[in-house]
């Protein structure tokens, strides 16, 4: 689908009106799941298009289109790490909304969750050859900040001498994990966040109910919680709620033992973003991820012990550190909710 999302057609509109200044390498920087990714790919597809529609948007229907949707077109070259060109080229929104973190399968095949330099080296290949077509060739490489140290260099000399006629298009969630001198050769494009309402319509558009208790639970980012709906973790999240708030009857092994198969770091995460609520209601009366779930954490938080709160939250980052490469899914996802039910029962 060639469409740009409806908080992107500003951006959209002025890129196109300043073409002449891009220079030879762009990079899409902001937040995750805002639709970076998408939209460095339309850009990449319009500028291959062979007749492109009065807004700029690719056509869809010629046969430049046609390659570029099927992967295959001679003249575009992504790169993406192992991991997530596992995901599928196809699926956009997966992709930007990715984590780092695997599932439990995913991670016994020991996809690289990196950008490793030879992925780099053989953009040779793709920029010296002629493509099919004469004309452009555009690279796009996502989330540049997983590049290795010996990646980022490669492709810094690529950008010290640039190829005629190559856009390079980065596209980053962290822009200042990037070297300055890559940053510096580089137009910076920051990306537009959707807000709360604009958000919120989006999501009713693509029929998902209750948007307004989603969002947050997702970093407020719209594809992000389209992706939790469209991953069915609505159901594993209720259940990981129902166990956490079940007080003493509270069972870390089967909490655990149903979580096992997905993203640690999402699991990690929603236990953090769960914390963050109970310290916040106890020291502010506020919450801001938990929206649904209100009358729980204020009858919570009034029963921890807020400093050991807040040293558990501070572990859990920690945590989510380790969640990339863990030894063995269960035990990890034990060990934190075995902490924290010696948090919560005040041990
Ligand atoms: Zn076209």
Redesign the pocket.
């Known amino acids: 689908m060639i469409d740009i999302y409806p908080w992107q057609q500003e951006i959209w509109q002025k890129m196109m009106k300043s073409q002449k200044y891009w220079g030879h390498a762009l990079i899409f920087k902001g937040k995750r799941g805002i639709g970076k990714y998408a939209f460095a790919r339309n850009l990449a597809?319009s500028l291959l298009?062979?007749?492109?529609k009065t807004d700029r948007l690719?056509?869809?229907?010629?046969l430049?289109?046609g390659w570029f949707e099927q992967n295959s077109h001679p003249n575009f070259y992504s790169v993406l790490p192992e991991a997530l060109l596992a995901v599928g080229n196809a699926d956009n929104t997966h992709i930007e909304n990715k984590e780092t973190g695997l599932t439990a399968q995913k991670a016994k095949k020991n996809l690289s969750q990196q950008i490793g330099v030879d992925q780099i080296r053989q953009l040779n290949d793709f920029v010296y050859q002629t493509g099919h077509q004469d004309g452009y060739k555009v690279i796009l490489i996502s989330p540049a900040e997983t590049m290795t140290h010996a990646a980022a260099n490669a492709l810094l000399k690529k950008l010290e001498e640039p190829p005629a006629d190559v856009l390079f298009i980065l596209v980053t969630h962290q822009v200042q994990h990037l070297l300055p001198t890559i940053r510096s050769r580089c137009q910076q494009i920051a990306m537009p966040v959707p807000n709360m309402e604009t958000s919120i319509e989006w999501l009713k558009l693509k029929g998902i109910d209750n948007p307004e208790f989603i969002l947050p639970l997702n970093d407020f980012s719209p594809l992000s919680a389209w992706s939790f709906v469209q991953e069915d973790l609505a159901t594993p999240h209720q259940h990981f709620v129902d166990q956490i708030t079940n007080g003493k009857k509270f069972d870390w092994l089967i909490l655990a033992q149903s979580l096992q198969s997905i993203n640690l770091a999402r699991v990690t995460d929603w236990l953090q973003k769960w914390c963050y609520d109970l310290v916040s209601y106890r020291t502010t009366g506020e919450i801001r991820y938990y929206l649904q779930f209100k009358s729980i954490i204020q009858a919570m938080s009034q029963q921890i012990d807020l400093i050991t709160c807040v040293t558990f939250a501070r572990e859990l980052n920690n945590h989510r550190k380790l969640s990339h490469h863990p030894l063995n899914t269960r035990l990890f996802l034990e060990e934190m909710f075995i902490r924290y039910s010696e948090m919560i029962h005040g041990k």
Do not use: M
Request: proline share 8%.
């Open positions: 597809q298009c062979q007749s492109p690719a056509c869809g229907n010629c430049s289109c």
